[in-house]
């Protein structure tokens, strides 16, 4: 014999043996507590243990036909009957199966029984005096059956559930992943598209925009696996950034920062100020006449990004239309948070939620 089909036969008669004795002395504790309710008095003395020996037996077999018959039937519908699908269904065919089973099976108990005790013999069988005996056994079996379908009912909801929450987390996982791998492409391709402008400019400028951009570019690579970052770090990259744009537009661009104390502990997801920023310099004038003024100011459990309101009249830059419609997608899955955005004939407003981790 193959070894590998010699260790699962061991592991099979191993499983078998290793229930078999929590099956009887489950059973034999039932029978106990059954002499015990009808007749307590019966278990303090020799002859009383004696008298009730019958009684006993036939408990403790009852006991283990209905509670081994009760988990067959189970077993057999739960591959078959959804009980989250089918429940009606499931639960007829489960009594009426169930029930049968135990009629049957307390019959032919309380007949082996009466018999090996020579309460009759099979010529003169009392069939209805067997009868009288599954009485009992129905009631037991149907406390069995409310045991077993309950669990069995507990047991596929929670699995049903956990898969679902599952797939549920595993969904929104996918697309939060999918947001944030816009944000790394996105950042550079705007950049390049930057530089690209300003390089036929100012040889100097350009220069000093590569070395902040690659400063900057550093933090898009830390954050781009975070799904939350601190405050306090995002304030510091919309710094740079700002700092970064300021080298293209000098004085045509004015920004302002204003955050609480204690940022630390509030959260944004990564690179939000960086796409408002980028929507606000991509689509609205900055020049001597018309200045563009940027702020970003904590008011509350918010943080308030403003901008002044007026359009550039001929947009050059595509639009990649990632910016808001990313951010409010991010805070959906991450929040029951919503953003708000103002526009007024003069101001246009981005209200960001803080977010608070549960400890």
Known sequence: MPASIEKKEVQVESGIWTSFPKFLAINLLIATILMFVFCPSCLLSWEGLISVREDFIFAFLISSVLSFGGSRVE?????????????????????????????????????????????????????????????????????????????????????????????????????????KDQLNPHFLFNSLNVLSNLVYEDADRSAAFILKLSKIYRYVLEVQQEELVELEKELDFARNYLELQKIRFEENLVYNIKASTGTESVFIPPLSLQLLLENAIKHNEASQENPLFIQIIQEGNELWITNTFQPKKNLNEPSTGIGLANIRKRYELLSNQEIQVIQTADEFIVKLPLIKLST
């Open 75 to 179: 077993n057999f519908f739960e591959s078959r009957i959804s009980w989250i699908k089918q429940p009606i269904k499931r639960l007829i065919l489960t009594i009426v199966t169930y029930m049968i089973y135990c009629f049957a099976a307390s019959f032919i108990v309380a007949f082996f029984i009466s018999w090996f005790y020579g309460h009759f013999t099979l010529e003169d069988a009392q069939w209805m005096y067997l009868v009288q005996f599954t009485k009992q056994p129905m009631i037991i079996a149907f406390i069995f059956m409310s045991l077993f379908t309950t669990r069995s009912w507990l047991l596929e909801w929670k699995k049903s559930a956990t898969e679902a929450e599952k797939l549920r987390t595993e969904m929104l996982a996918s697309q939060y992943q999918s947001l």
